[in-house]
């Protein structure tokens, strides 16, 4: 009886210290997926200022995740090595005030490796 009530607490425990993780989780992905007054996403400064396309491809993931999209079907979007699936399609062409994906300004300021 005591090993099954101690197993329990422990249970309870591990449960409380997940849903606070998943909590805390939840609230960096909402940041990584939310727009600022432009309706611009941390992708599209990421592409502006030329971020690698490892981590491009890491955001438009994280960003797919927390909106529970699954992927379906490759679409390559650039020669170098990023793929975007077309479930992730929706963020990585969403467009700020000034019509502009995040593709866009990485062509705009010749960041050519993100966008080849």
């Known amino acids: 009886e ?6 329990e607490s422990a249970f309870s ?6 849903s606070a993780r998943r909590d805390g989780r939840d609230k960096r992905l ?13 992708l599209h400064y ?5 971020t690698s396309a490892t981590i ?3 955001l438009i993931d994280t960003a797919e995740t927390l909106h529970g999209q699954k992927r379906m079907g490759a679409t390559s979007l650039r020669g170098s090595g990023v793929e975007l ?5 929706a963020f ?12 866009h ?7 050519r490796a993100l966008v080849a």
């Open 30 to 42: 909402s940041a990584l997926a939310s727009l600022d007054d432009d309706r611009q996403s941390v």
């Open 13 to 18: 425990e591990l449960k409380t210290t997940h």
């Open 2 to 7: 005591k090993t099954s009530a101690s197993n």
């Open 56 to 58: 491009t491809e890491w």
């Open 105 to 111: 300004w990485a062509a705009l300021n010749g960041h």
């Open 85 to 89: 699936h077309q479930s992730e399609n």
């Open 92 to 103: 990585a062409e969403a467009r700020d005030v000034w019509g502009r994906t995040a593709m």
């Open 46 to 50: 990421a592409a502006r200022v030329g």
